[in-house]
C-alpha cells in the first residue's frame, strides 16, 4: 500500500528566471535522455543461478540507445554507474548503523529498483536489523529522497512510506538553499523533515548530480559548499564524481568517456581531478580511505573482474567539523599599557653613551 505524506512540507518554487537547458529536468521530451532512466537501462542483478542479468524497468528506447553506444564506445560503461550506487549503498548503512545518524537525504535520487529489495531505504533496513541489539533503541534513520524531475518523482511517490520513515521530496539539489528550506520547512512554523539544531545528517549526493551540473567545476564546488554550509556541525557528505585519474592510459579512456556521454548520450557530463574534488568538499573532514575510486571503498569481500572504467568514478565519504568550542577567545580589550615613567630599561636595553642606570640607596625606617 503506497502511503501519503500529508505533513510534507510544500516543495519551494523554481527560480522564473531563464536556465540553461541542461538544468531544466526532461520531464516528457522524448528528445532529451533522461539521466535517472539512463541509470536504469544499465542495472543488473543477479538471477536464481547467480548469474548477472540486466533488471531494466522504466529505460525508454531513447535512453536504451544511448547505453548501447556508451557501451560500444566505452566497454562495461555501465559498471560506473552501478558502483557508483553500490557505494551510497554501503556508505548509507554504515552511516545508519555505525555512525547513528538520524536522517539520510538522498539528493538526486533516481528511480526505484525493480525489485523494492535493493533500493537504498530497504539496504539501511537490513543493515540496521543485523546491527541493533536488545539494549539499543529501536528508532530508524529516516530517509529521504529528494529529485527534480516530474516523471522520476511520480516513480518514487510509489516507494514513499512516512510510517517506515521513507519520505520522497520534490527539491532541486543544484538549487542547495531552496533544497534545504523546504527539509527545514523555513517558511512555515510547523517543523521539517529535518531539524537542523539537533540532528546529524547524512547528505548523499550521487547518481551523477554533481557530474552532470553543467557549469564549470569551481560553480559545481560552490553548489557542494552551499550545502555543507546548511548541513549540521558533525553531519556527513558521502559524494561520487566522474573521475579523471593520474594514470595516463586510464586517463586517456576517461576523456573518451567524457566524449561518449557529451556527444552520443546525455549530451552532458565532466570529469573532475582529484584536486577538483577536494575543492569541492573543502572545509569537511576527509575519512578513511579519501578520495578512491568508487568499487574500492569497502567493498563487499575482494573486487573481482573490474573493468578499467571502473577507475572512472571517484567516492568520497567526508565530515563537516564541530565548532571550536575549547579554544578561547581572545580578550576584548588590549591590557593597559604601563606609564612611560614607570618604565625602566635594564642593562640588556642599554646602547653605547648611555649612562650607567643609578643605584637608589633604600634609607633605613627609623
Not at 204 to 228: E, I, K, P
Not at 269 to 284: F, H, N, Q, S, V
Amino acid at each position: 500500500m503506497t502511503h501519503t505524506n500529508t505533513a510534507q512540507p510544500a516543495p519551494a518554487r523554481r527560480r522564473a528566471t531563464t536556465v540553461p537547458t541542461w538544468w531544466q529536468p526532461c520531464g516528457v521530451d522524448r528528445e532529451r535522455i533522461n539521466l535517472a532512466y539512463l541509470y536504469d537501462a544499465f542495472r543488473e542483478a543477479k538471477d536464481s543461478d547467480g548469474w548477472l542479468a540486466p533488471t531494466v524497468k522504466f529505460a525508454h528506447d531513447n535512453e536504451l540507445d544511448a547505453a548501447l553506444l556508451l557501451g560500444t564506445r566505452v566497454p562495461d560503461a555501465g559498471f560506473v554507474f552501478r558502483s557508483e550506487q553500490a557505494f551510497l549503498d554501503r556508505a548509507a548503512t554504515y552511516l545508519a548503523t555505525r555512525q547513528r545518524v538520524s536522517s539520510i537525504v538522498v539528493a538526486g535520487a533516481g528511480l526505484p529498483h525493480i525489485d523494492g529489495d535493493d533500493d537504498l531505504h530497504s539496504t539501511v533496513r537490513r543493515g540496521e536489523a543485523i546491527s541493533r541489539n536488545r539494549a539499543q533503541s529501536s528508532a530508524r534513520t529516516t530517509v529521504i529522497y529528494v529529485e527534480r524531475d516530474p516523471l522520476t518523482l511520480a516513480q518514487l511517490r510509489t516507494i514513499a512510506d512516512p510510517d517506515d520513515g521513507v519520505h520522497v521530496v520534490d527539491a532541486d539539489p543544484w538549487d542547495p538553499d531552496a533544497m534545504w528550506n523546504t527539509l527545514y520547512n523555513t517558511a512555515s512554523e510547523n517543523p521539517g523533515l529535518i531539524c537542523s539544531d539537533f540532528e546529524r545528517v547524512a547528505l548523499l549526493l550521487g547518481g551523477g548530480v554533481m557530474s552532470f551540473y553543467g557549469g564549470s567545476r569551481a560553480a559545481a564546488a560552490q553548489v557542494v559548499q552551499t550545502h555543507l554550509a546548511r548541513l549540521p556541525a558533525g553531519s556527513f557528505v558521502a559524494m561520487t564524481h566522474l573521475f579523471r585519474p593520474e594514470h595516463p592510459g586510464l586517463a586517456a579512456q576517461a576523456q573518451q568517456f567524457e566524449y561518449a556521454l557529451q556527444f552520443l548520450g546525455l549530451g552532458a557530463g565532466c570529469l573532475a581531478t582529484e584536486a577538483e574534488i577536494r575543492a569541492m568538499i573543502d572545509g569537511t573532514t576527509v575519512l578513511p580511505t579519501g578520495i578512491v575510486p568508487a568499487f574500492t571503498w569497502y567493498p563487499e569481500g575482494p573486487p573481482t573482474g573490474t573493468p578499467a572504467c571502473g577507475h572512472f568514478t571517484a567516492a568520497v565519504l567526508a565530515q563537516k567539523p564541530f565548532p571550536h568550542d575549547d579554544i578561547p577567545e581572545p580578550p576584548r580589550t588590549p591590557p593597559p599599557r604601563p606609564p612611560d615613567f614607570l618604565a625602566v630599561r635594564g642593562p640588556l636595553s642599554r646602547t653605547a653613551g648611555d649612562p650607567a642606570p643609578a643605584v637608589l640607596a633604600r634609607t633605613p625606617a627609623t
